[in-house]
């Protein structure tokens, strides 16, 4: 008796999903060719309109020598330079420390306004974002000249424009963290009732101190180099000095106080990496 072999049930695979077409080689090709056929054009567009001339920077190069052989040796005389520029720097210094730390709250203001996370209400969030696109996109430079007419020449224009447009810069970075918060704590105090102020001082500050802290140091090191600019329209600093020597074609005591901005610029660096690193630990 031959027995029969039934045939076993087979158990279906795994679904396998569509793989979607690939784009067509030649298609790629047009659109990288359009890109770059944008890209050249446009640099075309800016060296012309920027009035670029390799020969006008050739024909110049007899002049820059002159200017650095008259900026050789630099002015070394402590009572004269050496000294009026410390005191300079020194005045940069506190232009960029204060210009950084008097925005923080307008910064912090702006940034739980202007943030989704803090802030379920469009009016004032549209609003806050508005503000801070405007403190942004006027330069401190344009801050520094309308203060100066207002207050007059001196450091105290220079502050009141790092504080302005470091408002907007630093309320923009700062509600961006906002944004790329944790998201867990901020809708577990949301459904027990909380408010905006409540869910940013307990859920949302406490996790981006560390990031906005870094921020601020960023922007501090920008606004001291930015005061030493302030200093070229009327708002005291070593940029004031620079622009005077420049003036009165006082080359060499200018290359002193250039000199002296690097020792500056470094010593801010090395205080920052220093701060950041701290907070790293």
């Known amino acids: 008796m031959t ?7 087979q158990t279906p695979g795994p679904a396998r999903l569509p793989v979607p077409p690939r784009p067509h080689a030649s298609a790629t090709m047009i659109i990288g060719l359009a890109v770059t056929v944008v890209v050249v054009a446009a640099h075309v567009l800016a060296w012309i309109d920027t009035e670029v001339s390799i020969t006008a920077l050739a024909e110049g190069g007899d002049g820059m020598i002159r200017f650095l052989a008259e900026a050789m040796p ?5 009572a004269k330079v050496v000294l009026p520029g410390f ?5 940069t210094l506190y232009i960029g420390l204060l210009g950084t730390t ?3 709250p307008f910064a912090l203001l702006l940034a739980v306004l202007g943030s989704r996370t803090t802030n ?5 969030y549209q609003l806050a ?3 801070m696109s405007l403190l942004r996109a006027v330069p401190d430079v344009v801050f520094a000249l309308i203060f100066v007419t207002a207050v007059g020449l001196g450091p105290f224009p220079g502050v009141l424009a790092l504080i302005v447009h470091n408002a907007g810069v630093m309320g923009k970075l700062w509600s961006e963290a906002m944004e790329e918060a944790d998201q867990g704590p901020v809708e577990a105090l949301r459904v027990a009732g909380a408010g905006s102020a409540q869910i940013a001082l307990h859920a949302v500050l406490p996790t981006v101190v560390p990031q ?10 920008v ?7 302030l200093g070229l329209v009327g708002a005291g600093g070593i940029g004031f000095l620079i622009n005077q020597s420049i003036q009165l074609f006082q080359f060499d005591a200018m290359f002193t106080y250039i000199l002296q901005v690097l020792v500056l610029i470094i010593v801010v660096d090395l205080i920052s990496i220093a701060v950041r690193r701290r907070l790293a630990v």
């Open 120 to 124: 379920r209400n469009p009016v004032v």
């Open 223 to 229: 606004n001291v180099r930015s005061s030493l600019v």
């Open 102 to 104: 008097l925005s923080i």
């Open 74 to 78: 630099p002015d070394l005389d402590w």
């Open 212 to 221: 906005c802290v870094g921020l601020l140091l960023y922007r501090f090191d």
């Open 129 to 131: 974002r508005g503000i």
């Open 87 to 91: 005191q300079a720097c020194l005045t």
């Open 3 to 9: 027995s029969t072999v039934l045939p076993q049930p």
